[in-house]
């Protein structure tokens, strides 16, 4: 497992896209994400050795059950073996907020799962799929 991103939601990603810029962050720039085939937009950029994507829109929030305030959202992590890190962190008393699903960006095409931890941390996990 490694960490692969920090995810954040903004208001305004040109606002933030400007602030990362001054901050020295190289920006990729705008790419669209499709989530099970809901598409969203997502800021790519990288903060020295790590990427941080921005978003308005998070795309598990519509399963929450409360507003998902502007920040930090979630943490990323690749995994090896999807399904047996699925299992492994469902057993370990994570809740299932979004996943698994399927992502397909310019970037990636991917298996993903969002869990909440028992203290309330958004965790993300993936494992690379094969283009069509």
Known sequence: MKLW????????????EAFLRAMGADVSGRQPVFVNGQE???LFTQVGDTRVLM?????????LDHPLKNGWTHIVFEVDDF??????????GGKVIQGPAVVDA???RRKIA???SPG???YEVFSELPRD
Do not use: M
């Open 55 to 63: 978003f308005e829109e998070v795309n598990y929030e519509r399963e």
């Open 5 to 16: 991103n920090i995810g954040g939601k903004v208001p305004d990603l040109d606002a933030e």
């Open 40 to 42: 969203g937009e997502l």
């Open 120 to 122: 309330g941390c958004i």
């Open 114 to 116: 969002f869990f909440e």
């Open 83 to 92: 399904d047996a890190a699925f299992d492994r962190l469902k057993n370990a």
């Open 106 to 108: 310019t970037f990636s």
